[in-house]
């Protein structure tokens, strides 16, 4: 029994205040009426599963002390019943939605009366989970400056191992009917204290503090370990039970939200209401916040490849276009030297078009390319040249009127592009064989545009080059997103993953075109990179490494290391560079400059392989 649900003290006062009214009254039929006609109180209101039993209905004098007050974004306060039921699945806290700004404070003895809802964060087609709330109240202060319902400890003891029960298959895969089970299953804990006054002590750091005044911190700090302080997400199975997100409720401009990046500490106590959230789900919204302690990370240097390793690096730099500051510019330049030593090859994914989001049909990207070579070469690094199939415009995807699309930089001092018969956005290269040589018909040139897979997506954008006499092909990638995919919160268990349906599809379509490469030669180098937008256990990985045709390297590094991305505290993979199996030996570095921080240039960190041919 946790230590903010005093249940039997509840109980004990309960049953004294029965029997007391039964005696006066001469029988035991009174002391039981008596009890039925009990106001309603917020466990009632929140019930044993997600959805509250008094959904809809009305509700008239709720008692409870307020724990927080909003007084920006979805306005309200929370309160929280003081004298507990004996059961742990039934939360005391409450949300009670204001519209407006409201008159009430912390410490504040209420009754409240208004109107019980499920309010779904995001709306009902997110698959987010609903919060449930008062609405249109009217707020009775009973009395001020009372003490606090005790916090909930939030913690490795009292956070379950497990993440979810599966959700009913008749109710369409959803766990709202189920009932609550917060000793076993870690979502249904969260939901247990849904509005309740909950605390967490000092934590790690596993999501660096964001634009939107948020960050992430494990209370499990054994869970899934990355080497650099995070918590690795290494399967559909590992949603890591320990992550929450630590919002403030105070304004911005009276206390701006600390900067942390992975690997710090928010040490102290960190106290506020739980609340559910459009972006991540369970949210302790600090009412008192703890101080943050600097770790020891540091943006990560790649070793410079060897006179006779080829080093060919992914970099998704972000919606790049000339509009963007110089700074930009110098700061992924100063990357693209410093942190990547100056690849030989360079596959950039979201390079955008000249003028950037402004959508006039411009799709060449001959401007942000020149100013971002510069950067580089002012910055120490090679006179990159490059080569890239400009989209048709507002066909792939991405910012509209931005046209990102993917580009190879190289350095001419170490590497040659073979140029043939360079494509258009429409145009498919293909894989012949003369004179005993494999070759593309064109490159640069596009893997299969027409193909349905790839409708508002990027195409891939494949090309030769030649290394000390040797060919390789490199195939520059930038699958479909996952916009539309439900969190890992969602009300739906499984989530539902919609997105992976294209990806498949166009993971299928790459590694068809790798087997006609590797049909007319087995031994060709082959390497397939970029932004794949997927896990390296997931079936797209699966689909583009299928028949031995790709190894995803990423797999050669501890599984500690894996990882080019942050979200929601989730250390994962969607940045990749996968192998044909001829290249046998390699060396691989997800470099991490930027998912871990605060600070970013991009989102995504850079991936690096080098070998020889």
């Given at each position: 029994?946790?230590?903010?649900?005093?249940?039997?003290?509840?109980?004990?006062?309960?049953?004294?205040?029965?029997?007391?009214?039964?005696?006066?009254?001469?029988?035991?039929?009174a002391a039981e009426g008596a009890a039925s006609a009990d106001p309603v109180r917020i466990h009632d209101i929140q019930g044993t599963t997600r959805i509250s039993p008094l959904n809809g209905k009305q509700v008239s004098d709720v008692e409870g002390i307020v724990t927080g007050v909003r007084t920006y974004g979805s306005r309200g306060f929370w309160i929280q019943d003081p004298d507990a039921d004996?059961?742990?699945?039934?939360?005391?806290?409450?949300?009670v939605f204001t519209s407006s700004v409201p008159t009430v404070a912390v410490g504040d003895a209420?009754?409240?009366?208004?109107?019980?809802?499920e309010y779904v964060p995001g709306g009902v087609n997110s698959g987010n989970q609903s919060v449930t709330q008062i609405s249109k109240p009217t707020v009775t202060v009973v009395s001020s400056g009372n003490a606090l319902p005790e916090a909930a400890a939030v913690n490795e003891y009292t956070v379950p191992a497990e993440y979810t029960p599966a959700g009913d298959p008749a109710a369409g895969g959803s766990i709202n009917g189920l009932a609550l089970d917060p000793s076993r299953y870690a979502l249904d804990f969260y939901e247990s204290l849904e509005g309740m006054n909950v605390r967490i002590g000092t934590s790690r750091v596993v999501g660096a503090t964001s634009p939107h005044a948020e960050l992430w911190v494990t209370v499990k700090g054994w869970e899934n370990t990355a080497r650099r302080?995070?918590?690795?997400y290494g399967s559909y199975e590992s949603q890591n039970t320990g992550r929450l997100k630590i919002q403030q409720l105070a304004p911005l401009a009276q206390q701006p939200f600390p900067v942390a990046n992975?690997?710090?500490?928010?040490?102290?106590?960190?106290?506020?209401?739980?609340?559910f959230n459009q972006f991540g789900g369970y949210t302790l919204v600090a009412r008192t916040l703890g101080t943050v302690k600097a770790g020891t990370i540091a943006p990560e240097k790649t070793k410079p490849q060897a006179a006779q390793e080829l080093a060919v690096a992914t970099?998704?730099?972000?919606?790049?276009?000339?509009?963007?500051?110089?700074?930009?510019?110098?700061?992924?330049?100063?990357?693209?030297?410093?942190?990547?030593?100056?690849?030989?090859?360079?596959?950039?994914?979201?390079?955008?078009?000249?003028?950037?989001?402004?959508?006039?049909?411009?799709?060449?990207?001959?401007?942000?390319?020149?100013?971002?070579?510069?950067?580089?070469?002012?910055?120490?690094?090679?006179?990159?040249q490059w080569r890239t199939v400009d989209p048709e415009d507002k066909k792939d995807g991405?910012?509209?009127?931005?046209?990102?699309?993917?580009?190879?930089?190289?350095?001419?001092?170490?590497?040659?592009?073979?140029?043939?018969?360079?494509?258009?956005?429409?145009?498919?290269?293909?894989?012949?064989?003369?004179?005993?040589?494999?070759?593309?018909?064109?490159?640069?040139?596009?893997?299969?545009?027409?193909?349905?897979?790839?409708?508002?997506?990027?195409?891939?954008?494949?090309?030769?080059?030649?290394?000390?006499?040797?060919?390789?092909?490199?195939?520059?990638?930038?699958?479909?997103?996952?916009?539309?995919?439900?969190?890992?919160?969602?009300?739906?268990?499984?989530?539902?993953?919609?997105?992976?349906?294209?990806?498949?599809?166009?993971?299928?379509?790459?590694?068809?075109?790798?087997?006609?490469?590797?049909?007319?030669d087995k031994n060709a180098n082959v390497l397939v990179l970029g932004d794949i937008n997927d896990f390296e256990f997931s079936a797209t990985t699966d689909a583009l490494a299928d028949g031995g045709a790709l190894y995803p390297a990423i797999k050669s590094l501890p599984k500690s290391e894996r990882y080019s991305?942050?979200?929601?505290?989730?250390?994962?993979?969607?940045?990749?560079?996968?192998?044909?199996?001829?290249i046998k030996k390699f060396t691989y570095d997800s470099v991490h400059i930027n998912a871990e921080f605060a600070a970013q240039n991009s989102d995504h960190d850079p991936q690096v392989l080098r070998f020889r041919p």
């Open positions: 029994m946790r230590s903010s649900h005093p249940r039997s003290a509840a109980v004990a006062a309960l049953v004294a205040t029965a029997l007391a009214t039964g005696l006066l009254a001469g029988s035991a039929d004996d059961n742990d699945a039934t939360s005391e806290g409450v949300f209420v009754k409240v009366s208004g109107t019980v809802g302080g995070g918590t690795v992975v690997g710090d500490k928010l040490t102290g106590t960190t106290e506020g209401p739980m609340d970099y998704n730099v972000e919606n790049l276009d000339p509009t963007d500051p110089q700074e930009k510019f110098d700061a992924l330049a100063k990357a693209v030297v410093e942190n990547l030593a100056s690849p030989d090859i360079l596959a950039l994914e979201e390079i955008q078009d000249d003028n950037g989001a402004k959508n006039d049909g411009t799709v060449s990207a001959e401007q942000t390319l020149t100013k971002f070579t510069a950067a580089i070469a002012a910055a120490g690094g090679p006179a990159y991405g910012q509209p009127g931005g046209n990102i699309r993917q580009v190879f930089l190289f350095n001419p001092a170490r590497v040659s592009f073979t140029e043939r018969a360079p494509g258009d956005a429409v145009t498919a290269t293909d894989v012949v064989k003369e004179n005993g040589k494999t070759h593309l018909t064109h490159s640069p040139g596009r893997v299969d545009p027409a193909n349905p897979a790839w409708a508002d997506s990027r195409k891939p954008l494949a090309g030769e080059f030649v290394f000390r006499g040797k060919t390789v092909f490199v195939i520059a990638n930038h699958f479909g997103s996952k916009g539309g995919d439900e969190g890992l919160t969602s009300h739906h268990q499984p989530p539902l993953r919609s997105s992976e349906a294209q990806r498949l599809l166009q993971a299928q379509a790459v590694n068809g075109f790798v087997k006609q490469i590797l049909a007319q991305y942050v979200y929601q505290g989730n250390a994962q993979v969607l940045d990749q560079i996968l192998t044909s199996p001829a």
